[in-house]
């Protein structure tokens, strides 16, 4: 194996196994692929619109720019839910004007977004940043799909437990116990995801449609919720 394939091999296994919220998000993406700096935030609703982590100083102020103007490469990957890349970020072809001109004073230039979202939940983006000019590669570009993927679980999941009230499928009695469990089963198959996924994914659908995972539980044993239709956003 490859000393790249080494890499990112070690940075996808950091991702799926940062489980507490003192890990580092940001870490794995600059271990593994050419850039310079990241950041990660979530955006708009559910979950609101905030830095979860950044590797430096200027990572986060790209972030608080966007966040303040509400344009930028972020706000637009995750409206079009697909990677928006920019070799040169100071190209006068450039989507965004007002946030071109107020980064003029950093030495940033190539400038990466990736969406976060779960189906047809949207949780944010990561975005990576470089002081140098150039593209990443397509294989490059693959790689940071896979890694923003693992992310988004673990934003998604650090989200819906930092929020007190919100629904826990652990504390149901009863048959609304079994009802989540059996839902979590029919998502594991619908979907191909592990279990602790599946449970993840319901939790996160009950909290932005302001449900209790109970309900949603019982339309998707029902079939009044499908996911793979909610995925595909039909």
């Known amino acids: 194996m490859s000393s790249d394939r080494r890499a990112f091999a ?3 296994l950091e991702l799926s196994e940062a489980k507490e919220n003192t890990s580092n998000l940001c870490g794995p993406f600059l271990s593994s692929l050419p850039i310079t700096g990241a950041s990660i935030s979530t955006l708009g609703a559910p979950f609101g619109t905030e830095t979860v982590c950044a590797s430096d100083e200027q990572a986060a102020q790209i972030d608080e720019i966007q966040f303040d103007l ?3 490469p972020c706000w637009d990957a995750i409206s079009i839910r697909r990677p928006v890349l920019s070799a040169d970020i100071r190209n006068p ?7 071109v001109r107020a980064i003029e004073t950093t030495d940033v230039v190539g400038l990466f977004a990736f969406p976060m979202f779960i189906g047809s939940l949207n949780i944010g983006a990561v975005e990576l940043y470089s002081t140098r000019r150039g593209s990443m590669s397509p294989s490059q570009i693959d790689d940071a799909i896979v890694l923003v993927s693992l992310a988004a679980r673990q934003v998604l999941r650090r989200a819906l437990f930092a929020r007190p009230g919100i629904p826990d499928a652990n504390d149901d009695e009863g048959y609304s116990r079994r ?14 995801l592990p279990a602790a996924d599946a449970l993840l994914v319901l939790r996160g ?11 949603v539980a019982t339309d998707v044993v029902l079939r009044k919720i499908s996911f793979p239709t909610e995925f595909d956003g039909s």
Not at 181 to 192: F, N, R, S, V
């Open 10 to 12: 070690a940075a996808a």
């Open 70 to 72: 509400g344009e930028g």
């Open 93 to 99: 072809s450039a989507s965004w004007p007002m946030f």
């Open 179 to 192: 009802v989540v469990h059996q839902a979590t089963g029919m998502l594991l198959a619908q979907l191909d």
């Open 205 to 215: 659908y009950a909290f932005s449609h302001g449900r209790t995972v109970r309900d």
